[in-house]
Nanobody, 113 residues
């Protein structure tokens, strides 16, 4: 049984910030790589950020320097801190556990110009 619940999205002005949370109910969470994806209407889902079980991070070029992924293994939660938001960051954001074929409902992020 896998459960992933994304939260923290909302409507913000360009230049604003949001922090997304991904609460995971899955075994051996601390050893798993977790990714954040986003999908804009009519566009392909894209990988935004990755964090491994030991805390190694990677980011899409489009968000480097603006987004920070982190995790709290004691809370089984991964975060995505988003700053200096741009309209092109708009979309539904999903977390995904590597090698597990499960997607939650996501959380909507809308950045107005």
């Amino acid at each position: 049984q896998v459960q992933l619940v994304e939260s923290g999205g909302g409507l913000v002005q360009a230049g604003g910030s949001l922090r997304l949370s991904c609460a995971a109910s899955i075994s051996r969470f601390s050893g798993r790589t977790v990714d954040w994806y986003r999908q804009a209407p009519g566009k392909q889902r894209e990988l935004v950020a990755t964090i491994t079980g030991v805390g190694t991070t990677n980011y899409a070029d489009s968000v480097k320097g603006r987004f920070t992924i982190s995790r709290d293994n004691a809370k089984n939660t991964v975060y995505l801190q988003m700053s200096s938001l741009k309209p092109e960051d708009t979309g539904v954001y999903y977390c995904q556990v590597a090698y597990i074929d499960y997607w939650g409902q996501g959380t909507q992020v809308t950045v107005s110009s």
